[in-house]
């Protein structure tokens, strides 16, 4: 049962390692979101 | 008057009289005006060239007028054709509707009516508006999926409308959803090909369009291109574009930051402070805080940390729940407690930074949190607590995509289950994590 729930997180794992990631100690930063608005005045 | 007993003539004279144009306008040129009065009162046939000469010399005074209206040579030769335009205009007040109620929700059916609508009529102008509204809507409806559907249509349409004013502004919505689905090429196409086309941007959107250029690149780590753009975008924005302005200078401090350029980086973060404190917007100072914290964590300054971190917990607490930044500002403040060694208040903002980004337009943000708690709970040896959030994160995980590659790999590892063969498993896992990070 053990070896299944690890198998299962390791599979997670895997799954997830295809997102953009970055390694624990480096920063994590928050960049700007992109700007779409259309209404002139916003700018 | 009615379609049933309206003529032709009787049709063009009612278009004419809608927008108020004189006999000789819409013949302009190339046909008389003489012969304008002959059609309208039926006195002679219209061909197809002449109904398209007339149509082009109202389109462009239309267009001269600042309005936003395309009458194509079929408006004018079909007088129930120029009713249904009328219909066509009852949508876009429902979709508008919806737009300021908040109602977001459609039936399907709905959609198949408005798209059937549209295409028996092939209206380009009100195709144009009605899909873009309906981007609009599905954007508002977190539907990225839909919202690009529409926005590409409205796009699309647009080029067989020769007086289309505004394209960019369409182009400017498709590149945002490009960018937060993670369709960095395409967003970086979008803006280039709005920048080298389309001759009437004013020059604000210019800088947008060029600063939406440089997150492209940011996002493809291409940081060099992306502080190239900046310095572009910088041309274009005024400095009381604040709001602009502010991401312009957030964008190049992390860009610098990521080709190990902290000096340029803390002088872009200083400026940007400057920027933020004059405006005194809470949420602006949290990010601009946080991003100054991971230079240090970059540079492993544990002091400068320690200085800054209880900074941006206060600032936190500030920021709106609904904030577009939020989760990443809780995945962010995480990393300031895991370098630190604080794991419990780690995994604390960063299960709150995962929940808030299960219902949100950024669709990039979920794995990127998700990862970050794995690799907490790797660290500290407590994979259990995952039961915990396995029930609500399982739906979006059955949601990633798979492709070809990958669906060989899962194959793998479920032979290797079935044949109970963990150790082949982990180590093809292993094998392929280590490639990948």
């Known amino acids: 049962m053990k070896k299944k729930v690890l198998l299962f997180l390791s599979i997670l794992t895997l799954l997830l390692s295809l997102s953009n990631t970055v390694l624990a100690g480096k920063g994590v930063f928050v960049p700007p979101a992109p700007i779409r608005e259309s209404i002139e005045d916003e700018f | ?437």
Request: glycine share 2%.
């Open chain 2, 1 to 437: 008057m009615t379609t049933k007993n309206i003529t032709i003539g009787q049709n063009i004279r009612r278009i004419r009289k809608d927008f108020n144009l004189r006999q000789y306008e819409i013949a302009g040129e190339d046909v008389t005006r003489n012969l304008i009065s002959l059609i309208e009162n039926d006195k002679t046939p219209i061909y197809h060239n002449v109904a398209n000469i007339i149509s082009v010399n109202i389109n462009r005074i239309l267009y001269e007028r600042g309005l936003d209206i395309y009458i194509q040579p079929e408006d004018l030769l079909n007088p129930e054709r120029y009713d249904a335009r009328k219909e066509a205009n009852k949508y876009i007040e429902k979709l508008t509707k919806r737009l300021e109620e908040k109602n977001y929700e459609f039936q399907i059916e709905e959609l198949n009516h408005i798209e059937s609508f549209l295409n028996k009529w092939n209206f380009i102008d009100k195709k144009i508006k009605i899909y873009e509204l309906l981007g609009d809507i599905f954007y508002n409806a977190k539907d990225s999926n839909r919202e690009y559907y529409y926005y590409l249509k409205a796009l699309e349409i647009s080029y067989e409308h020769p007086f289309m004013k505004d394209r960019y502004k369409i182009i400017l919505k498709l590149v945002y959803n490009c960018i937060l689905t993670e369709k960095f090429d395409e967003a970086i196409r979008l803006c280039n090909f709005a920048l080298s086309t389309q001759d009437n941007i004013p020059d604000k959107y210019k800088g947008v369009f060029y600063y939406n250029l440089a997150l492209g690149y940011y996002n493809k780590h291409e940081y060099d291109r992306c502080l190239e753009e900046l310095t572009k975008a910088k041309y274009y924005i005024e400095e009381e574009n604040y709001r602009v302005l502010n991401s312009i200078l957030m964008l190049e401090g992390i860009c610098h930051s990521n080709i190990k350029n902290f000096d340029s980086a803390l002088s872009s973060f200083t400026k940007l402070l400057d920027v933020i404190k004059a405006n005194n917007a809470p949420e602006d100072i949290c990010l601009a805080y946080i991003n100054i914290i991971q230079i240090h964590i970059d540079t492993n300054n544990r002091e400068k940390v320690l200085e800054f971190k209880d900074k941006v917990v206060d600032y936190i607490e500030k920021v709106d729940k609904n904030s577009f930044y939020l989760p990443k500002i809780l995945n962010s403040i995480a990393n300031v407690f895991h370098y630190l060694g604080e794991y419990e208040v780690a995994e604390k903002y960063l299960l709150e930074a995962l929940l808030s980004s299960l219902d949100h337009k950024d669709t990039s943000l979920f794995p990127e949190i998700f990862w970050q708690l794995l690799k907490l709970y790797e660290e500290t040896n407590s994979f259990h607590k995952i039961n915990d959030i396995i029930a609500d994160v399982m739906p979006i995980i059955y949601n990633f995509q798979i492709n070809k590659e990958f669906a060989i790999i899962l194959k793998l590892i479920y032979i290797y289950i079935k044949q109970d063969r963990p150790l082949d498993a982990t180590y093809l896992i292993e094998k392929l994590l280590d490639k990948e990070v």
